[in-house]
């Protein structure tokens, strides 16, 4: 689907009339509960056991549901005559396979999804983008504790530490795989929203960047190993995403917080076309304060929904409660008001 196609689709929308759609996943209570409170419909793509779990929360409810029945399968034709704007989240990249194949407008920039689903490109941006990184390593030169990742978006499921190439090839040996040095420090997930429709705030790029929140994440077991290890157990370190919890940085850190932002926006425009909307970076920041980014996700992430109704950082961009979700439907609300749909929309 080229910019084009998907413009043109755009044209034949009854602006009057938009709906946000995302699969009921993810961010999907939070999108939903956004574009609710900026007065507008939505549509849940949900399989039938789920709804019920969609039905117990009234204001995170999407609207109207469209019941598939795998959520791998977006029901393009029925989201196209509902004037459906798609939110792509974490599960949509990782359920869908091609993206770009996606007949449904969708808000940001798809092309960026590519380079967040395709760990070399997205190396390549976080360098070009003036980023430390962690040194990643060929298995046979595996010389100190490296954490090794399966492919894809799994929120970190099967990954594991290896010390050694034995280690390595006992546990991974012919899969798909990215070895990368272990960070240690404390983890530091911030989440932007880059708007290319103004210009006042921080700027960036065309626009401007606001910092919408910051998170860490609970991952199992290895976040609760002083439990395992005061009973006496030992186990093998696992990095399985469970939850989210809030976190605000030393003021001090918000200087180089925000430029990694920006950096990150300002090359994306030139490698791929920009990154309009919402998307996060996974930094290690150390004992020296220096940020080690070792993931860039290009669209709202997961630790977004601990802030429903704003966050520590939201409180001094907004008067309001403003969450990720609710941002994304006000900048559709934006473009609308502005006729500037081609730079929120592919
Ligand atoms: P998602 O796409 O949901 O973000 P993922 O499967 O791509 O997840 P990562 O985010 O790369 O996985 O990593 C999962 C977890 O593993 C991180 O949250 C972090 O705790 C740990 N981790 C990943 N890379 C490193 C590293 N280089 N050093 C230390 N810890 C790491």
Redesign the pocket.
Same mark, same amino acid.
């Given at each position: 689907m080229t910019r084009e196609k998907i413009h043109e689709t755009l044209s034949g929308y009854d602006k009057k009339d938009l709906k946000i759609a995302t699969i009921c996943s993810h961010t999907a209570l939070q999108i939903f509960h956004g574009a609710r409170q900026e007065g507008i419909k939505t549509i849940g793509i949900c399989t039938e056991n789920r709804r019920k779990v969609y039905e117990a929360f009234p204001l995170g409810c999407p609207d109207e549901f469209i019941i598939v029945d795998d959520l791998r399968n977006i029901p393009s034709d029925e989201l196209l005559e509902k004037n459906a704007l798609l939110v792509p989240h974490?599960s949509l990249v990782e359920y869908s396979g091609d993206l770009s194949e996606i007949k449904v407008p969708m808000i940001g920039n798809r092309e960026s999804l590519s380079w967040e689903k395709d760990r070399e490109k997205m190396f390549e941006w976080l360098t070009a983008s003036g980023l430390q990184v962690?040194a990643t390593n060929e298995p046979d030169k595996i010389d100190r504790p490296c954490?090794v %990742?399966l492919a894809?978006? %799994?929120?970190?499921?099967g990954?594991r530490v290896v010390n050694s190439p034995d280690e390595f090839y006992e546990h991974f040996e012919g899969m798909n795989v990215t070895v990368?040095?272990?960070?240690i420090g404390v983890?530091v997930y911030p989440h932007y929203f880059y708007s290319p429709l103004s210009h006042e705030g921080y700027r960036a790029s065309e626009g401007k960047l606001e910092l919408m929140g910051i998170d860490r994440?609970f991952?199992s077991n290895?976040d609760e190993a002083y439990r395992t290890e005061k009973v006496g157990l030992s186990f093998t370190p696992s990095?399985t995403?469970v939850g989210n919890e809030l976190l605000v940085v030393r003021e001090s850190l918000l200087e180089e917080i925000m430029k990694m932002g920006k950096n990150v926006t300002e090359s994306a425009d030139r490698l791929f076309g920009g990154i309009p909307g919402p998307f996060c970076l996974?930094t290690?920041c150390d004992e020296n304060l220096q940020f080690f980014a070792?993931?860039v996700?290009a669209r709202i992430v997961a630790g977004t929904n601990i802030y429903p109704l704003g966050s520590p950082y939201t409180a001094y961009l907004y008067d309001e409660p403003m969450s990720m979700g609710r941002r994304i439907a006000r900048e559709i609300k934006l473009a609308a008001k502005a006729n500037k749909w081609q730079k929120i929309i592919y």
């Open positions: 974490g962690p954490v %990742k894809g978006a %799994k929120g970190g499921r990954y990368q040095e272990y960070l983890r994440r991952e290895i990095f995403v996974e290690v070792f993931e996700s």
